[in-house]
């Protein structure tokens, strides 16, 4: 199943509602520091309601420490930006894929997108718009791969 990887997020609130989709759905949530939070944040807990016991939560400290426990699990790092080259709905995810998100307000790091296999963009219609929400990006491309792998 994939498994979905916040990258430096910042908002508690968007972990959160983040981390409830993960418990919902039983996707292992990755969070690659640093966070612009402590995990113990009464904002984070609260957006993931009483949901905590149900997340397969799992911290690193940096994305060099993350990179190990990819390389050994294996599997594509799919990078989801606004500046990605690939609509997110012509990728065939796999089941053994990762999905990476960015921080709220810069998105992936340079080194981080230069990690990933594939860059994906959701497509959004109004050139005003710089982006959506952390929370909807990862639902989307989370329920996107759930719906063709057929979960």
């Known amino acids: 199943m994939p498994q979905v990887v916040l990258v430096n997020p910042q908002i508690p609130p968007n972990t959160g509602n983040i981390a409830r989709t993960c418990a919902a759905t039983g996707t292992e949530l990755h969070l690659v520091g640093p966070l612009g939070f402590e995990i113990s944040d009464r904002y ?26 990819h390389q050994q699990r294996g599997g594509r790092l799919l990078g989801f930006s606004v500046r ?62 759930r719906r063709q792998l057929n979960y």
């Open 84 to 145: 990605g080259s690939i609509n997110y709905l012509k990728c065939q995810f796999q089941a053994d894929d990762w999905l990476l998100f960015g921080s709220e307000t810069t998105g992936l790091s340079a080194t981080a997108l230069s990690h990933c296999d594939s860059i994906l963009h959701i497509p959004m219609n109004e050139p005003g718009v710089r982006s959506l929400n952390l929370s909807v990006s990862v639902a989307i491309g989370l329920f996107e791969s």
């Open 44 to 69: 984070l807990k609260r957006a993931g309601l009483d949901y905590w016991p149900y997340v397969k939560l799992h911290n690193h400290e940096s994305l060099e420490a993350f990179k190990i426990i």
